[in-house]
């Protein structure tokens, strides 16, 4: 059903303006909601893969995130259908979160923000409505959409691995895919519409998939980021250094794969050893 105006679009819109107001002012419910994985899987608190879409961090991040969801969610809701818009969006949300939650299971880690359900919206109207184009706000030219499609899944695994900003690009990386495999269940002629760029964006996010399971320590998260570097000036023993490094970077994978509990009481020692040794951060064991 298509109508005149974009009213689930806007509806939504108004009531994660009042909720992230009301979470800003009011940090305890803010905690409740928003995305944490230790809660998730220990507590069983699976509405936060929702209400965490519906807080955000600043006016920047709300305002951002909203004009996006108006500027590309009010056309798949008026020429698509409301349906088609509202599985995508909240799709995308649990999606993105889900994705985070595999990623971030093992490690202290608090999102929020409907990024992810943004994210698939936008990725879906690129294929629901082929052969427009898209302005961003830092750059006033039109992009054609099939250029942003491959950009963006590229950035925000960039942004996964270096950790740009405060922001929760795996989370955007799995809302959009989530979305576009919405859009596709639900309209599958936009595959031959589209074939070879669903393609391309198919084999990249695939290729960003096995990346992220394969090889975890190297995402955002990971035991790496709470270890420092050492100091520059320090004089060790460049072969001791490196079987220190070896071992260390073993146990850290270990902890990444299969959580803190997974390590013997000699390793963990060995791990608070190295740890010193090397000038870094000890782990809270």
Same mark, same amino acid.
């Given at each position: 059903?298509?109508?005149?105006?974009?009213?689930?679009?806007?509806? %939504?819109?108004?009531?994660?303006?009042?909720?992230s107001? &009301?979470?800003l002012?009011?940090?305890?419910?803010?905690?409740?909601?928003l995305?944490e994985? $230790?809660?998730? #899987?220990?507590?069983?608190?699976?509405y936060r893969?929702?209400?965490?879409?519906f807080l955000?961090?600043?006016? %920047?991040?709300?305002?951002?995130?909203?004009y996006?969801l108006?500027?590309?969610?009010?056309?798949i809701?008026?020429?698509?259908?409301?349906?088609?818009?509202?599985?995508?969006y909240?799709s995308?949300i649990?999606?993105?979160n889900?994705?985070s939650?595999?990623?971030?299971?093992h490690h202290?880690?608090?999102?929020l923000?409907a990024s992810?359900?943004?994210?698939?919206?936008?990725? $879906?109207? %690129?294929? =629901?409505?082929?052969?427009?184009s898209?302005?961003l706000?830092?750059l006033?030219?039109?992009?054609?959409?099939?250029?942003?499609?491959i950009?963006?899944?590229?950035f925000?695994?960039?942004?996964?691995?270096?950790?740009?900003?405060?922001?929760g690009?795996?989370?955007?990386l799995?809302?959009a %895919?989530?979305g576009?495999?919405?859009?596709?269940?639900?309209h599958?002629?936009i595959?031959?519409?589209?074939?070879?760029?669903?393609a $391309?964006v198919? $084999?990249?996010t695939?290729g960003?998939?096995?990346?992220c399971?394969?090889?975890?320590?190297?995402l955002p998260?990971?035991?790496r980021q709470?270890?420092? &570097?050492?100091?520059?000036g320090q004089?060790?023993?460049?072969?001791?250094?490196?079987?220190d490094?070896?071992? =260390?970077? &073993?146990?850290?994978?270990k902890v990444s794969?299969?959580? #803190?509990?997974?390590?013997?009481?000699r390793?963990r020692?060995?791990?608070?050893t190295?740890s010193?040794?090397?000038?870094?951060?000890?782990?809270?064991?």
């Open positions: 059903m298509q109508g005149p105006t974009a009213i689930w679009n806007l509806g %939504i819109i108004a009531i994660t303006v009042v909720v107001y &009301r979470g002012m009011y940090p305890s419910l803010m905690d409740q909601y995305f994985p $230790a809660r998730i #899987l220990r507590d069983k608190e699976y893969l929702v209400t965490s879409g955000h961090a600043d006016g %920047i991040h709300l305002l951002f995130n909203m996006s108006y500027a590309f969610g009010r056309y809701e008026e020429y698509v259908g409301i349906k088609t818009f509202l599985l995508i909240f995308g649990i999606g993105g889900l994705l939650l595999y990623l971030h299971r202290e880690y608090r999102a923000g992810g359900g943004v994210c698939g919206v936008i990725y $879906a109207s %690129i294929f =629901l409505l082929p052969g427009g898209i302005i706000f830092m006033p030219v039109p992009m054609p959409s099939w250029v942003y499609a950009a963006f899944l590229l925000s695994f960039y942004g996964m691995r270096k950790q740009l900003g405060n922001i690009h795996d989370a955007h799995g809302g %895919i989530v576009l495999l919405v859009a596709t269940a639900l599958p002629s595959v031959r519409a589209s074939p070879y760029l669903y $391309a198919m $084999a990249i695939a960003l998939l096995v990346f399971l394969k090889w975890p320590m190297y998260g990971g035991m709470f270890i420092r &570097r050492p100091r520059q004089k060790q023993n460049a072969s001791k250094r490196q079987a490094q070896k071992e =260390l970077d &073993r146990l850290l994978d794969k299969s959580g #803190l509990h997974s390590l013997s009481w390793e020692r060995k791990l608070k190295i010193k040794r090397l000038d870094r951060n000890s782990f809270d064991l």
